[in-house]
């Protein structure tokens, strides 16, 4: 940590009181990418790295940036039956910024036009469940209207006439 702010003060226009470094192994990154969860914890502990089980993956650089632009990611599926879906998008939006109405309306005027609420779930919640379907049985699916305010890791689901 010393080499490193070490490095950061001989960065011209770096305000050590602000601004903020991120280390990053490659070769760490590399190598837990060809773990199991289960297994990238212990190798992370025989290491002696502190983690939080949600940022526990091999994609923690692009988390990181993510985090450091003050950006959310928010995932939304086609809409259709589970058997003809087969992508979920991903978007990028300012962190706190965006209203389901104007989510809505990102995705296309008509579905804006129609909105009559929006589904919302955690994704970390979501993928403890086998389906959708199964996630909203067990009540983490909450209906909100259009001025709820997308959060980062919100999987979102907008009903629409």
């Not at 602000?18 to 212990?42: F, H, I, M, N, T």
């Not at 994704?123 to 001025?147: H, N, P, T, W």
């Amino acid at each position: 940590l010393e080499q490193i702010t070490g490095y950061m003060r001989q960065i011209q226009y770096c305000d050590l009181g602000k601004d903020q470094c991120v280390l990053v192994s490659a070769k760490l990154e590399s190598e837990l990418a060809e773990l199991s969860l289960v297994e990238r914890g212990e190798y992370l502990r025989d290491l002696g790295v502190e983690f939080d089980d949600i940022e526990l993956c091999h994609c923690t650089l692009p988390l990181l940036i993510k985090d450091q632009l003050g950006l959310s990611l928010v995932y939304t599926g086609p809409g259709v039956p589970a058997e003809r879906t087969q992508t979920t998008k991903m978007h990028v939006l300012r962190s706190n910024e965006i209203s389901a109405l104007d989510f809505a309306g990102k995705l296309h005027k008509e579905i804006r036009d129609g909105f009559m609420f929006a589904e919302v779930t955690n994704c970390f919640d979501l993928v403890q469940f086998e389906s959708y379907g199964e996630a909203k049985d067990a009540g983490i699916v909450r209906m909100e209207g259009k001025e709820y305010v997308i959060r980062d890791g919100d999987v979102v689901f907008i009903k629409w006439k």
